[in-house]
C-alpha cells in the first residue's frame, strides 16, 4: 500500500477519493469548411496556445489574397484623379480671369467650375475605391487566416481525428487537453457541507507516481447537496507546471484543517 497523511486533530477532514482529470478537454475544429493539408502535430505531443496545429488547402484564398492586395496597394486611379483635378482647377483660374476682362461668356466660366467639381468628386470616389480595395484585402485575410488552425490552449494532443486529404465537414481534427492546471473532482458527504470553502488548501495523493503528494486548491463548492446520494461536489485546481501527472488518474485527497496535518492512512 501507499501511506498518506490525514488531519490527526479533525477526523471531518479525512481521506476522500478522487479522480484528477484535465482541466479543460476541447475538440479542435476549423470554422470554415474545407480540405486537411497537413496535421502538425501527433498524439500526446505538448502544445502550446497559439500554435499552429493543422492547415486546410487554401490556394484560392491565398490567390484572392494577392489579388485583393494589389488592389489595395495600387494609388494610379487616385493620382491620375489628382492630376485631372489640378488640371481643372488651373482652368478654373485662367477663366475667372479672363471672365473679369469679358474674355470669355458666362456659360465657359461656370463649365470651368463644373469641371472642378466633378473632378472632386472623382477624386473622393477614387479614394473611398481604395478604403474598400483595402476591407476587401482585410476580409480576404481573414478568410486565408481561418484554414491555419491553431490551438486555443497550452495542453496535449489526446487524438488525430483526420488526416491530410479529409474533408472537415464540422468535424474535429484534433482533441487537445490542458494538463496544467488539472482538476481535482470530489464528492464529499453532506456532513461536510459549509465545512469546505472556497480557497481551501488541500493534499493530493495521485495513484501513479505512487508516494508522491500534490498541494491543490478548492476553487468550486456545489451550492446544492444531492438528495440522493446524500452528497456534493467539490472542484480544486492542481498546478502541473512538470506535466509530471496525467488526467484520468484516480486519488486520495485530504483537506488541511487549521490545526494541520498529522497521522496516516494506507492506500489498500
Known amino acids: 500500500g501507499i501511506l498518506f497523511s490525514i488531519p490527526a486533530s479533525a477526523d471531518d477532514f479525512n481521506d476522500f477519493d478522487c479522480l484528477i482529470e484535465p482541466d479543460v ?31 486546410l488547402e487554401s490556394s484560392v484564398e491565398e490567390a484572392t489574397v494577392e489579388l485583393a492586395r494589389e ?3 495600387n494609388d494610379d486611379d487616385i493620382h491620375s484623379k489628382q492630376i485631372k483635378l489640378e488640371f481643372a ?3 478654373k483660374s485662367r ?8 474674355a470669355i461668356s458666362i456659360d465657359e466660366k461656370e463649365q470651368a467650375d463644373t469641371e472642378v467639381k ?35 490552449i497550452s495542453g496535449v494532443v489526446v487524438e488525430r481525428l ?11 481534427i484534433l482533441k487537445i487537453a490542458q494538463i496544467d492546471p488539472l482538476r481535482v473532482e470530489v464528492i464529499a458527504p453532506a456532513s461536510m457541507f459549509g465545512k469546505i470553502q472556497r480557497g481551501m488548501q488541500a493534499k493530493v495523493y495521485p495513484e501513479y507516481p505512487s508516494g508522491s503528494a500534490y498541494e491543490a ?47 496516516s492512512f494506507r492506500w489498500e
Open 25 to 55: 478537454s476541447i475538440a479542435l475544429s476549423s470554422p470554415v469548411d474545407g480540405i486537411v493539408e497537413s496535421v502538425l502535430v501527433e498524439k500526446s505531443d505538448l502544445v502550446q496556445k497559439g500554435q499552429v496545429l493543422a492547415q
Open 71 to 73: 488592389k489595395a496597394t
Open 89 to 91: 482647377q488651373r482652368r
Open 95 to 102: 477663366a475667372e480671369t479672363l471672365r473679369k476682362k469679358n
Open 118 to 152: 466633378l473632378a472632386l468628386m472623382e477624386l473622393k470616389k477614387a479614394k473611398t475605391n481604395k478604403r474598400l480595395a483595402e476591407l476587401e484585402l482585410k476580409r480576404a485575410m481573414v478568410n486565408l487566416e481561418q484554414r491555419t488552425i491553431k490551438s486555443t
Open 162 to 172: 483526420l488526416q491530410p486529404g479529409e474533408s472537415v465537414e464540422d468535424r474535429p
Open 217 to 263: 486548491s478548492v476553487n468550486l463548492v456545489d451550492q446544492v447537496v444531492d438528495a440522493a446520494s446524500g452528497s456534493f461536489g467539490v472542484s480544486l485546481m492542481l498546478p502541473n507546471p512538470e506535466h509530471k501527472l496525467v488526467g484520468g488518474l484516480k486519488c486520495k485527497l485530504s483537506f488541511v484543517a487549521s490545526e494541520g496535518l498529522a497521522t
